[in-house]
């Protein structure tokens, strides 16, 4: 074969074997092989933190045992005459009651759960909860 066909006949070889590469990668799309937050919905977890660790433990001078969120939180759950109240710090170091409606859900549930779920070690602090 002359050399000078080389040229247009590699041409020719490319196109064809261009045309059988698209021809054979001609499959229908697959949604199932992408991963699942691509494909569609992703499922959706809901998980309250129920844990015993993002808390901070103190028992107030007369007693009362409380806890409130460890980074920096100014919610407090104590449990006072068998019921558990809300309540944060005012202006000048007193307490006072907050409503459970007037929070977010996840602080109350996650303190709730530490006050009487977790076993854990009660440090003293200054605050005073009722004269007794």
């Not at 499959?27 to 933190?49: H, M, W």
């Not at 844990?51 to 007693?63: A, K, L, T």
């Not at 944060?88 to 409606?101: I, M, Y």
């Not at 977010?104 to 854990?120: G, S, V």
Request: aromatic share 10%; with cysteine; glycine share 6%.
């Amino acid at each position: 074969m002359n050399p000078k066909y080389w040229w247009p006949l590699s041409i020719i070889f490319v196109v064809v074997i261009s045309i059988l590469v698209e021809f054979m990668e001609r499959d229908k799309f697959d949604p199932e092989s992408l991963p699942t937050p691509a494909a569609g919905t992703t499922t959706v977890t809901i998980s309250t933190q129920n844990i015993c660790d993002d808390v901070i433990y103190s028992i107030s001078q007369d007693g009362i045992k409380y806890v409130r969120e460890s980074g920096g939180g100014i919610l407090l759950a104590a449990e006072l005459d068998n019921t558990i109240g809300f309540y944060h710090l005012g202006s000048f170091g007193e307490l006072e009651n907050v409503d459970k409606a007037e929070i977010n859900t996840e602080t109350p549930e996650m303190l709730e759960y530490a006050l009487t779920n977790c076993d854990a070690r009660y440090n003293p602090s200054g605050v005073i909860f009722a004269l007794r």
